[in-house]
C-alpha cells in the first residue's frame, strides 16, 4: 500500500508561482511512475503532468507547458510541481498519483494509488 501527502497549495495572484510536494511512504519510490492531475469545480479530473520512474522522461498537459515543471527525488521519496506564471484557470485540486510502473503515464485510471489533494486558488 502507498500513502501520498500532497503539500505547498495555497492562495497566489496571477503571475505567481507555487510548489507542489508529494511524500509518498513506500519502500520502492523509484519503481513508481508518478503524475499530478487537477479538478476544478464541476469539471473532470484532467491530466497535468507526469514523470518516468526514473525521472527520465516526462509528460506535460498542453495547458501547462513550458510553466509547470514536474521533477522527483528518489532519496527523499518526493515528487514535485513547480508550477510558475499561474493564471486563474490553473485554480483547482491539485492530486498526486503512483502506478507501479516505468511510465510516464497521462491517463488517471492507470493509476493505483492517489493523494488526498491540495488546493490551488489563483486570482486575478
Known amino acids: 500500500q502507498v500513502q501520498l501527502v500532497e503539500s505547498g497549495g495555497g492562495l497566489v495572484q496571477a503571475g505567481g508561482s507555487l510548489r507542489l510536494s508529494c511524500a509518498a511512504s513506500v519502500l520502492t519510490f523509484s519503481s513508481y511512475a508518478m503524475g499530478w492531475f487537477r479538478q476544478a469545480p464541476g469539471k473532470e479530473r484532467e491530466f497535468v503532468a507526469a514523470d518516468s520512474w526514473r525521472g527520465t522522461n516526462t509528460a506535460y498537459a498542453d495547458s501547462v507547458k513550458g510553466r509547470f515543471t514536474i521533477s522527483r527525488d528518489n532519496a527523499k521519496n518526493r515528487v514535485y510541481l513547480q508550477m510558475n506564471s499561474l493564471k486563474p484557470e490553473d485554480t483547482a485540486v491539485y492530486y498526486c498519483?503512483?502506478?507501479?510502473?516505468?511510465?510516464?503515464?497521462?491517463?488517471?485510471?492507470?493509476?493505483?494509488?492517489w493523494g488526498q489533494g491540495t488546493q490551488v486558488t489563483v486570482s486575478s
Open positions: 498519483a503512483a502506478d507501479y510502473s516505468r511510465g510516464p503515464i497521462t491517463r488517471d485510471l492507470e493509476y493505483d494509488y
